[in-house]
């Protein structure tokens, strides 16, 4: 029989072209994925046939190319972890542009260029992804994009399942921690439904633009109960069930309230002491970094980030854009100084991508905060105060 490719290729339909080109086997199926440590590491350095080995982009988007786990499975069979990111496709809790349902893919998108086997930080000379931790990505919880109350329901009830799995490595942390991947910023309260069972009410470091801890007669609770719980309330009403303490502070405010004479003093009745973004024009970051350390003290601490506390010159793709924010360098020097802290969880919160531009300035700044937080989980183990 003739192979095809002595025929000229005019007479042959353009499918039978296609299926003779062979491809080199650089497919994840040839590559080895089952353990960890083979996953991490480079196919250069390990010497192997580096047409067989894993490389970034490919397989599926995870967060820095992190091994998914069945976090949510029914079995409880599944691999373990001490540290998952959990994507919370959530945003009908928002005041203005809706779009981060979306969050979740769009930062896993922005941090594809890292990669555990290249990771080395160039600042501590540390690499997390390497440390005593092992790190994975859970994929998004399932939540209903037409109830807000069952999807914060299915997101909280996601969060304990995922933080009651035995952790892989107990004898450095008992309980698994998570960093949730939003979602616009009404996603922090199921976490925080969550975190008080193993860690008790927590210090909650919010960065934000906004302060959040509207109470819900001032923001959408005239409507009706149903919209008093929103990206702008979900903070009062935390600490309204006693999730959180009130050694807690904001970082990056600079929205202005609706009601002066009663906004300022509930957000103090709530717990918060207000960094606002030009106390960095008068005491820089370390000034910022100092103030943070002080009102959390040896707390178990959670750390929220709303993109929104940068200026939208570095994320303009988030719901409630405010001008006169914090560079992205300054955020992550911020974010590094709070090494020491009891981090028990955290977020990225409120990046819609849609309203990215080509060069992703807002998925890439929120992907790197994201590692940012994690490395803190690793550079600190915390002992929960109950067990799963
Ligand atoms: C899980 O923990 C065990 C024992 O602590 C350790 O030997 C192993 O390397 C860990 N697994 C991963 C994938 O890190
Ligand atoms: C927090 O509350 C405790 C007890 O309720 C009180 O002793 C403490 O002074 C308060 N701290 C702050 C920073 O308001
Ligand atoms: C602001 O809050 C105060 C105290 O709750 C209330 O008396 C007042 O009516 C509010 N003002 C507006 C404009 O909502
Ligand atoms: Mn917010």
């Keep these: 029989m003739l192979s095809s490719w002595t025929l000229p290729l005019f007479l042959l339909p353009a499918s039978s072209i296609a299926r003779d080109v062979v491809f080199p086997p650089v497919s994840p199926l040839q590559a080895n994925l089952g353990g960890h440590a083979s996953r991490y590491r480079s196919p250069v ?17 995870t967060f820095a190319n992190l091994p998914w786990v069945h976090c949510l499975s029914p079995d409880d069979d599944v691999d373990k972890y001490d540290i998952a990111f959990l994507g919370a496709p959530f945003d009908t809790g928002t005041t203005a542009r809706p779009g981060a349902r979306f969050g979740p893919s769009g930062i896993r998108w922005g941090s594809r260029r890292m990669q555990a086997a290249a ?8 690499n997390t992804f390497l440390g005593w931790a092992r790190i994975v990505d859970c994929g998004d919880a399932p939540l209903t994009f037409l109830d807000n109350t069952v999807a914060l329901q299915q997101l909280e009830k996601a969060h304990k399942v995922v933080s009651s799995r035995t952790a892989n490595t107990t004898e450095v942390a008992d309980v698994p921690r998570i960093i949730t991947l939003g979602g616009d910023h009404t996603t922090t309260l199921a976490a925080l439904r969550s975190t008080i069972d193993h860690w ?18 001032v923001l959408g609770g005239g409507i009706s109960d149903y919209a008093g719980l929103n990206h702008g309330t979900f903070l009062h009403i935390a600490h309204e069930e006693g999730l959180i ?30 960094i606002t973004a030009r106390d960095i024009d008068k005491i820089g970051v370390s000034g910022i970094i100092d103030k943070l350390k002080a009102r959390v003290g040896d707390t178990n601490v959670y750390i929220s980030v709303d993109i929104d506390v940068l200026d939208p010159a570095y994320a303009p793709a988030t719901g409630t854009a405010e001008v006169g924010g914090w560079t992205t360098r300054e955020l992550l020097s911020i974010l590094d100084g709070l090494e020491g802290l009891n981090v028990i969880g955290a977020d990225v919160v409120e990046v819609a991508p849609i309203y990215d531009n080509p060069g992703e300035t807002t998925v890439l700044a929120a992907g790197e905060v994201a590692h940012r937080l994690m490395s803190l989980m690793v550079e600190t183990p915390v002992k929960p105060l109950r067990r799963p």
Excluded: M
């Design 119 to 126: 990771a080395w930080d160039p600042y501590t000379h540390e």
């Design 200 to 217: 008790g009410p927590v210090s909650v470091i919010h960065f934000d633009s906004h302060i959040d801890t509207w109470d819900p007669k």
């Design 245 to 274: 303490l009130n050694s807690s502070a904001h970082a990056g405010i600079r929205a202005p309230v609706i009601n002066k004479s009663y906004d300022w003093k509930n957000d103090k009745r709530c717990g918060f002491e207000i």
């Design 45 to 61: 350095a390990s010497g192997k046939d580096p047409l067989a080995e894993f490389e970034k982009y490919s397989g599926l988007t």
